[in-house]
């Protein structure tokens, strides 16, 4: 076993903390988000859909991301508060990414010393936090454990939880996009936006932006809209879904956070990322996966662009803590 782990630790290494982090955690999520929205396709007595919480609070997990940090902590058994110091430190520094290359250069000669050797300690602790995640990720998948029945079904019955498996999961693999920015763009009138969430959720409609539109759509001329709404809301989550696409599509989300990171990985790259973690399964590699390098390499080039507006650029993360 500690053969198989040292592979992926070896990956891990080869590239910065960050990109290890997320790479990992999109490689290795990806058969759960697959056996995810076969549940939701299906709907047959699942085991994962559990009551969910007054409405009131389930819109508000559109616009509140960091009830993810405590479902973390539980997967990996990390520290809550080193986590959120990490994650508000890199939070932090992604707002400096809207500033150009001149601003920032301004920003930091702006710095006294003091400031500009916290700021490279905390971007040190930062990585070594980073590193520490990464390490647990690689354990928790060498062990292979997913706890007690009790302890699941305890877990997934949580109202987050829920949220990431009905709302969160179907966006990311249905639209490439955040619930929140798909919320944003059906309350703004965006027709497509709005079918796509309806399908995913139909509580949305108790937004009161988006009970404004149905209800004027409802009672107006247009009838073409109302019947694709109609048909929006008896919609099914989501349609017939492959493995191999969703492997694809975290591939290439893998390549595109890469990207945006500062870092580009090469095919090769990727596909040892995810052959390493099939090796912690037993397997000689990710079959899941085109065979033939041109194959995967155009397969990822017409999926990266999907994702390319859902994530924010973080290259400052590496520039200033290289």
Same mark, same amino acid.
């Given at each position: 076993m500690s053969?198989?782990k040292?592979?992926?630790?070896?990956?891990?290494?080869?590239?910065?903390?960050?990109?290890?982090?997320?790479?990992?955690?999109?490689?290795?999520?990806?058969?759960?988000?697959?056996?995810?929205?076969?549940?939701?396709?299906?709907?047959?007595?699942?085991?994962?859909?559990?009551?969910?919480?007054?409405?009131?609070?389930?819109?508000?997990?559109?616009?509140?991301?960091?009830?993810?940090?405590p479902?973390?902590?539980?997967?990996?058994?990390?520290?809550?508060?080193?986590?959120?110091?990490?994650?508000?430190?890199?939070?932090?520094?992604?707002? &400096?990414?809207?500033?150009?290359?001149?601003?920032?250069?301004?920003?930091?000669?702006?710095?006294?010393?003091?400031?500009?050797?916290?700021?490279?300690?905390?971007?040190?602790?930062? &990585?070594?936090?980073?590193?520490?995640?990464?390490?647990?990720q690689?354990?928790?998948?060498?062990?292979?454990?997913?706890?007690?029945?009790?302890?699941?079904?305890?877990?997934?019955?949580?109202?987050?939880?829920?949220?990431?498996?009905?709302?969160?999961?179907?966006?990311?693999?249905k639209?490439?996009?955040?619930?929140?920015?798909?919320?944003?763009?059906?309350?703004?009138?965006?027709?497509?936006?709005?079918?796509?969430?309806?399908?995913i959720?139909?509580?949305?409609?108790?937004?009161?932006?988006?009970h404004?539109q149905i209800?004027?759509?409802?009672?107006?001329?247009?009838?073409?809209?109302?019947?694709r709404?109609?048909?929006?809301?008896?919609?099914?989550?989501?349609?017939?879904i492959?493995?191999?696409?969703?492997?694809?599509l975290?591939?290439?989300?893998?390549?595109?956070s890469?990207?945006?990171?500062? &870092?580009?990985?090469t095919e090769?790259q990727?596909r040892?990322?995810?052959?390493?973690?099939?090796?912690?399964?037993?397997?000689?590699?990710?079959?899941?996966?085109?065979k033939s390098?041109?194959?995967?390499?155009?397969?990822?080039?017409?999926?990266k662009?999907e994702?390319?507006?859902?994530?924010?650029?973080?290259?400052?993360?590496?520039?200033?803590?290289?």
């Open positions: 053969d198989k040292a592979r992926l630790r070896n990956w891990a290494a080869s590239v910065p903390p960050l990109l290890a982090y997320s790479a990992i955690n999109i490689a290795s999520s990806a058969v759960d988000e697959y056996y995810i929205l076969e549940e939701l396709r299906q709907r047959i007595d699942s085991p994962l859909l559990m009551p969910l919480p007054p409405v009131k609070v389930w819109m508000g997990y559109y616009r509140k991301h960091r009830f993810l940090s479902v973390i902590d539980m997967h990996l058994g990390l520290d809550g508060e080193e986590w959120l110091t990490a994650l508000n430190f890199a939070g932090a520094l992604r707002e &400096h990414d809207k500033l150009s290359r001149e601003e920032l250069l301004s920003w930091w000669n702006g710095m006294t010393q003091e400031d500009r050797r916290k700021f490279v300690l905390a971007t040190a602790e930062l &990585h070594e936090c980073i590193r520490k995640i990464v390490e647990a690689i354990t928790a998948l060498a062990v292979g454990e997913v706890g007690e029945p009790n302890e699941v079904k305890s877990l997934v019955s949580t109202p987050e939880i829920q949220f990431i498996i009905r709302v969160l999961v179907p966006c990311w693999a639209c490439q996009m955040y619930p929140g920015e798909l919320l944003r763009a059906a309350r703004s009138g965006e027709l497509l936006a709005l079918e796509q969430l309806l399908a959720d139909k509580s949305i409609v108790a937004d009161p932006k988006i404004e209800h004027q759509t409802a009672s107006g001329s247009n009838k073409a809209r109302f019947e709404i109609a048909n929006a809301f008896r919609a099914p989550t989501i349609g017939r492959s493995l191999k696409s969703v492997k694809l975290s591939a290439a989300l893998v390549g595109q890469a990207h945006e990171l500062g &870092h580009p990985l090769p990727i040892e990322l995810f052959d390493s973690i099939a090796a912690i399964e037993g397997k000689l590699r990710d079959t899941d996966l085109p390098s041109e194959a995967l390499s155009k397969a990822l080039q017409r999926k662009p994702w390319a507006p859902m994530i924010r650029r973080t290259k400052v993360v590496a520039e200033m803590s290289g």
